[in-house]
T-cell receptor, first 117, second 115 residues
Framework: AQKITQTQPGMFVQEKEAVTLDCTYD???????LFWYKQPSSGEMIFLIY??????QNATEGRYSLNFQKARKSANLVISASQLGDSAMYFC??????????????FGRGTSLIVHP | DSGVTQTPKHLITATGQRVTLRCSPR?????VYWYQQSLDQGLQFLIQ???????AKGNILERFSAQQFPDLHSELNLSSLELGDSALYFC??????????????FGPGTRLTVL
């Protein structure tokens, strides 16, 4: 079963508008971390935002916010005031505890966002 | 620039060959993670090292191995290469072993093409 599901393979948004990228996850652990990364066409992976499973407040980083709904196991990324430079692939990821005392990361398949002028 | 370096940037080789990919983590980071990104498999976690020791293993094939050296740089060795091993290989680093709340910073990747 997929641990991270991103149901939107592609999204389009008008410049300056807000967009929400969906992410649902599956875990039986109580302690886990949720992340979003951006991958522009140049290929590098850029960290955007982190949410811990025990954090009660939704994480925010500038124009990025994470809409965390624990009961629904959802961690949607909201980008406000989209810019042309936001056009990229966006990956949702989760880290769960492993038996070795570390964490195993799992990534979703990604959502391609295109921002129109 | 994340501070993580990877060499080489591109690598073209033939089936059956062996290659070594190199990663230097950000200054002060003790954990190194290796990932494989391909069109059909997406981004897959391969293996994690912390301060020289293997700490977590993902979907790493037996033909692949990694190590982390005393100076904290890491190498990923891929042997008996197959066409399906063609992918973008990322290294990421983070400060600690737990990684739960650590941000992982990714290197620029090594694009491997197996012909």
């Amino acid at each position: 079963a997929q641990k991270i599901t991103q149901t939107q393979p592609g999204m389009f948004v008008q410049e300056k508008e807000a967009v929400t990228l969906d992410c649902t996850y599956d875990t039986s652990d109580q302690s886990y971390g949720l992340f979003w990364y951006k991958q522009p066409s140049s290929g590098e992976m850029i960290f955007l935002i982190y949410q811990g499973s025990y954090d009660e407040q939704n994480a925010t980083e500038g124009r990025y916010s994470l809409n965390f709904q624990k009961a629904r196991k959802s961690a949607n990324l909201v980008i406000s005031a989209s810019q042309l430079g936001d056009s990229a692939m966006y990956f949702c990821a989760m880290r769960e505890p492993s038996s070795g005392g570390s964490y195993i990361p799992t990534f979703g398949r990604g959502t391609s966002l295109i921002v129109h002028p | 620039d994340s501070g993580v370096t990877q060499t080489p940037k591109h690598l073209i080789t033939a089936t059956g060959q062996r290659v070594t990919l190199r990663c230097s983590p950000r200054s002060g980071d003790l954990s190194v993670y290796w990932y494989q990104q391909s069109l059909d498999q997406g981004l897959q976690f391969l293996i994690q090292y912390y301060n020289g020791e293997e700490r977590a293993k993902g979907n790493i094939l037996e033909r692949f191995s990694a190590q982390q050296f005393p100076d904290l740089h890491s190498e990923l060795n891929l042997s008996s290469l197959e066409l399906g091993d063609s992918a973008l290989y990322f290294c990421a680093s983070s400060p600690s072993v737990a990684g739960g709340t650590d941000t992982q910073y990714f290197g620029p990747g090594t694009r491997l093409t197996v012909l």
